[in-house]
């Protein structure tokens, strides 16, 4: 695209071309919302305004997110923030993309808790924080710790903390060494679950720009049922997302272990993936 002076609408169209061009499952959407991002429009706003010329300064912007994009860099990361929930998240390769089903393992969570005043919460692999935060957002009294190996994930869980201004503890700790304390009345996690011989059939924005060490399954959903087994109170709950073709197993390894009224749900799109049980000496 040329530097010359483009209405929103031809800017759209550009841009939704090219973005086909490049492989993007949803040129247009993805237009779409790159350039209302450039020019501070929302999809609305964009389709009101049409015949508007861009400043040169918003074409920059816009041809910009949009060569980003071309590369195949996730929508999410080109936009820079991403919705969660009730929260708006800042998003970058630092962790994981915070996805729809992952919204359906907070519902999970906050169903385990309802009953508790200030329920101590573990986040297992924290990432952006999008679980624990918006456990915290939602239940005023929980008392919320995130935990990941990766530095790089727990500052930007801590970005989003004072984002979105929900306050939750946040550790360095690796999930193989156990988990920190005990008697917690959650764990919950979003444990990597990507088999290895499954990454290069995935699209080049999970597989080139997602960080491996959060995608890719190394026994880590096995180390937290045993290791939550151990740091819950009497009653407490784990809950836990899973492979897509994977909840049956899920839910037969928290059996092994001693866990009881497992459940399995099936996230928006009607797969089972997200398994929770309480431990077996719970009252």
């Not at 197993?249 to 009224?261: K, M, N, P, T, W």
Request: overall charge negative; aromatic content about 4%.
């Amino acid at each position: 695209m040329s530097a010359e002076r483009l209405t929103v609408g031809e800017i759209l169209r550009r841009s939704a071309e090219d973005l086909a061009e490049a492989g993007s499952e949803r040129p247009r959407l993805d237009a779409e919302r790159l350039v209302g991002h450039a020019v501070g429009l929302d999809r609305v706003g964009l389709y009101m305004q049409l015949d508007r010329p861009l400043s040169p300064s918003e074409l920059e912007r816009a041809q910009g997110l949009v060569a980003r994009r071309g590369t195949r860099e996730p929508l999410q990361y080109v936009l820079g923030e991403w919705g969660f929930r009730r929260l708006t998240l800042r998003v970058d390769g630092r962790a994981l993309i915070p996805r729809p089903e992952t919204e359906v393992v907070v519902e999970r969570c906050l169903a385990a808790i309802a009953g508790l005043d200030a329920p101590r919460v573990l986040d297992v692999g924290t990432g952006t924080g999008a679980i624990a935060l918006a456990i915290a957002d939602e239940h005023a009294g929980a008392r919320v710790t995130g935990i990941d190996v990766s530095e790089e994930a727990l500052a930007l869980a801590g970005e989003n903390a004072a984002r979105t201004g929900n306050e939750v503890e946040l550790l360095r700790h690796d999930l193989f060494a156990g988990l920190p304390g005990a008697d917690w009345d959650l764990v919950v996690s979003n444990p990597p679950y990507v088999l290895a011989d499954e990454l290069e059939g995935l699209a080049p924005e999970v597989v080139d720009w997602e960080p491996e060490v959060a995608l890719v399954a190394r026994g880590q959903t096995e180390a937290l049922v045993r290791a939550a087994a151990a740091a819950l109170r009497p009653g407490g709950t784990l809950v836990l997302e899973t492979h897509g073709d994977g909840a049956a197993a899920a839910a037969g390894l928290l059996a092994e272990h001693g866990y009881r009224d497992i459940v399995v749900t099936e996230d928006l799109a009607g797969r089972e993936r997200v398994v929770e049980g309480r431990v077996e000496n719970g009252p």
